[in-house]
């Protein structure tokens, strides 16, 4: 077998294997779109027709709309994976006056030449519609590789045409492609320089999925907000160095099981929502929130004194009290009790004050609830309201 004859079988049996990989990924969920596995068949189809001739005007024809339509699923497969906005009007009208005039050149003209010129401008337009929607789009450097990558296949689109149209003296019979200069350089092209394109993909894609599924395993599906495991690796990341000072919160809607026993459990987690969205805008964007489970939230607020902690709690409480509860099914306001504890930094003080705000939020339960109560470090209550030293059994809500 000759050096011409690999060149021909290997971009159809690579694309092959990518477009396998893609419906894999697909079918098994971890990519949402099926589009890049059949813009990656329809490449290796094409391939497959330049080497087997049927007929040349079929072949030529066929050609261009397979790959047409590829540019299209590549598009598509961008702009879904970036989530903008998917350009249907501008790219229908593409491939409205594109297939007539392909039609035209084929079977009327019968030139093989502005055949491949309009296929490839035809795919560079295609195409270059969903990279210029997405470019902007781009924050990972694996996300950025891809628009690269896709870059480097319109380049690649662009020269070719120009060269082999307007600088070269190629056979304008359709009959003549599968031997054709032009047929070389583009199995050469896409081996060398375009197969960057379907790995890139594949990996910014994998990578997405793997990072989608880190988060989902870290965020509480009802609220958004991080569960206990995603709280703690979220400060971990951030504060790889040491845990900074600052305040722990630990809050508890007031009396919930009444809640969800008179009102049915729809209310009960419209009551947890409700408090989940006030902690999210209270604490600000430095602080760390999370849903602990059931109707218990914990926060972390770094560099804040325990004063100004209190506050922001006090802020929550009144916030969640004073918000329309009939307008959510309810005739009576939902309240929510804390514990406000400071955090000194050290490597077990984050989990010390979180136990000492246990503490601290039961005995907000027992002098009535619907109060903050801080505690020193080692679990002290005290409340300037009242005098809370006996600390309320695990049982009170």
Same mark, same amino acid.
């Given at each position: 077998?000759?050096?011409?004859?690999?060149?021909?079988?290997?971009?159809?049996?690579?694309?092959?294997?990518?477009?396998?990989?893609?419906?894999?990924l697909w079918r098994t969920g971890m990519i949402t779109s099926w589009h890049w596995a059949a813009?990656?068949?329809? &490449?290796?189809?094409?391939?497959?027709?330049?080497?087997?001739?049927?007929?040349?005007?079929? =072949?030529?024809?066929?050609? @261009?709309?397979?790959?047409?339509?590829?540019?299209? +699923?590549?598009?598509?497969?961008?702009?879904?994976?970036? =989530?903008?906005?998917?350009?249907?009007?501008?790219?229908?009208?593409?491939?409205?006056?594109?297939?007539?005039?392909?039609?035209?050149?084929?079977?009327?003209?019968?030139?093989?030449?502005?055949?491949?010129?309009?296929?490839?401008?035809?795919?560079?337009?295609?195409?270059?519609?969903? %990279?210029?929607?997405?470019?902007?789009?781009?924050?990972?450097?694996? $996300?950025?590789?891809?628009?690269? /990558?896709?870059?480097?296949?319109?380049? #690649?689109?662009?020269?070719? &045409?120009?060269?082999?149209?307007?600088?070269?003296?190629?056979?304008?019979?359709?009959?003549?492609?599968?031997?054709?200069?032009?047929?070389?350089?583009?199995?050469?092209?896409?081996?060398?320089? +375009?197969?960057?394109?379907?790995?890139?993909?594949? *990996?910014?894609?994998?990578?997405?999925?793997?990072?989608?599924?880190?988060?989902?395993?870290?965020?509480?599906?009802?609220? *958004?907000?991080?569960?206990?495991? @995603?709280?703690?690796?979220?400060?971990?990341?951030?504060? /790889?160095?040491?845990?900074?000072?600052?305040?722990?919160?630990?809050? #508890?809607? $007031?009396?919930?099981?009444? %809640?969800?026993?008179?009102?049915?459990?729809?209310?009960?987690?419209?009551?947890?929502?409700?408090?989940?969205?006030t902690l999210r805008h209270t604490t600000g964007a430095t602080g760390y929130v999370a849903r602990?489970? *059931?109707?218990?939230?914990?926060?972390?607020?770094?560099? !804040?004194?325990?004063?100004?902690?209190?506050?922001?709690?006090?802020?929550?409480? %009144?916030?969640?009290?004073?918000? =329309?509860?009939?307008?959510?099914?309810? =005739?009576?306001?939902?309240?929510?009790?804390? @514990?406000? %504890?400071? !955090? &000194?930094?050290?490597?077990?003080?984050?989990?010390?004050?979180?136990?000492?705000?246990?503490?601290?939020?039961?005995?907000?339960?027992?002098?009535?609830?619907?109060?903050?109560?801080?505690?020193?470090?080692? *679990?002290?209550?005290? $409340? @300037?309201?009242?005098?809370?030293?006996?600390?309320?059994?695990?049982?009170?809500?």
């Amino acid at each position: 077998m000759g050096a011409s004859n690999i060149i021909a079988y290997v971009p159809r049996a690579l694309f092959s294997i990518v477009a396998l990989a893609f419906l894999m990924l697909w079918r098994t969920g971890m990519i949402t779109s099926w589009h890049w596995a059949a813009g990656f068949a329809q &490449t290796a189809l094409g391939f497959v027709l330049s080497t087997f001739s049927i007929q040349p005007m079929f =072949d030529a024809f066929s050609s @261009g709309m397979v790959f047409i339509g590829a540019s299209w +699923c590549y598009g598509s497969g961008l702009l879904i994976y970036f =989530d903008a906005p998917r350009l249907r009007a501008a790219r229908t009208g593409l491939i409205v006056i594109y297939t007539p005039t392909l039609a035209y050149l084929v079977f009327v003209e019968q030139s093989l030449v502005w055949q491949l010129f309009l296929t490839d401008v035809g795919f560079a337009l295609m195409l270059g519609m969903a %990279v210029s929607a997405v470019a902007r789009r781009a924050a990972r450097r694996i $996300d950025m590789a891809l628009v690269a /990558a896709s870059g480097i296949v319109l380049l #690649d689109s662009v020269l070719r &045409t120009a060269f082999f149209t307007f600088f070269t003296d190629s056979s304008n019979s359709l009959g003549d492609f599968a031997h054709s200069a032009y047929n070389l350089a583009v199995h050469v092209s896409t081996i060398s320089v +375009c197969m960057v394109f379907p790995f890139t993909a594949l *990996g910014a894609i994998a990578s997405a999925a793997i990072e989608r599924h880190r988060k989902e395993a870290e965020t509480d599906h009802l609220t *958004g907000l991080f569960n206990r495991r @995603g709280f703690e690796t979220a400060i971990k990341r951030d504060h /790889a160095s040491g845990i900074p000072s600052g305040v722990a919160l630990l809050f #508890d809607i $007031d009396r919930f099981k009444q %809640v969800n026993d008179s009102y049915g459990h729809e209310v009960g987690d419209r009551a947890i929502v409700q408090l989940a969205d006030t902690l999210r805008h209270t604490t600000g964007a430095t602080g760390y929130v999370a849903r602990a489970g *059931g109707e218990e939230f914990i926060a972390f607020l770094p560099h !804040v004194t325990l004063g100004q902690g209190i506050t922001i709690a006090n802020l929550v409480r %009144v916030s969640l009290e004073e918000r =329309d509860w009939k307008m959510l099914g309810l =005739d009576r306001p939902v309240t929510v009790s804390g @514990g406000a %504890v400071e !955090v &000194t930094s050290g490597p077990d003080a984050l989990r010390h004050a979180f136990r000492s705000a246990d503490s601290a939020l039961y005995a907000a339960k027992s002098s009535g609830r619907n109060r903050i109560v801080s505690a020193s470090i080692l *679990g002290a209550p005290y $409340d @300037g309201q009242a005098d809370l030293r006996p600390v309320l059994p695990r049982s009170v809500a």
